[in-house]
Every structure is written in structure tokens, then in C-alpha cells.
């Protein structure tokens, strides 16, 4: 797995956390935006992924 998805992947999981810690204190707002996060970092994760694999089956050099 491409090191950048790995990085977004991780993002993903502490906006995650962050987001419930968020909404159990009971700031909706501040947890509403760190599910906005969630869903931009899930899918820069699925595009590196892709883009990973696709590379790597065309035999492309990474970077």
C-alpha cells in the first residue's frame, strides 16, 4: 500500500475518534466537521489505493 494511503488512512481513523469524542461532549458542529474530514481522507485514501495498484499493474514508476 502506497505510503500516502497509509497516511490518509490514519487521518481517517483519528477524525473518527475525534468526531465521537466531538459528539458525546455534545459539540455537533465541531463533530460535523470532523465527518466532513473523514469523508475527504477516506477518499484520498481510496484514490492513492487505486492509483497505487493501477501503477503498479501498468509497471509505471511511483511518484
Do not use: E, H
Not at 460535523?32 to 501503477?55: D, E, H, I
Request: with cysteine; net charge positive.
Amino acid at each position: 500500500m502506497p505510503r500516502l494511503a497509509l497516511y490518509a488512512l490514519a487521518v481517517c481513523v483519528l477524525a473518527v475518534a475525534a468526531a465521537v469524542v466531538s459528539f458525546v461532549r455534545g459539540s455537533v458542529f465541531i463533530g460535523v466537521v470532523w465527518v466532513l474530514l473523514v469523508g475527504l481522507s477516506s477518499n484520498m485514501a481510496f484514490y492513492y489505493v487505486k492509483r497505487g495498484r493501477t501503477q503498479a499493474r501498468d509497471g509505471s514508476p511511483t511518484g
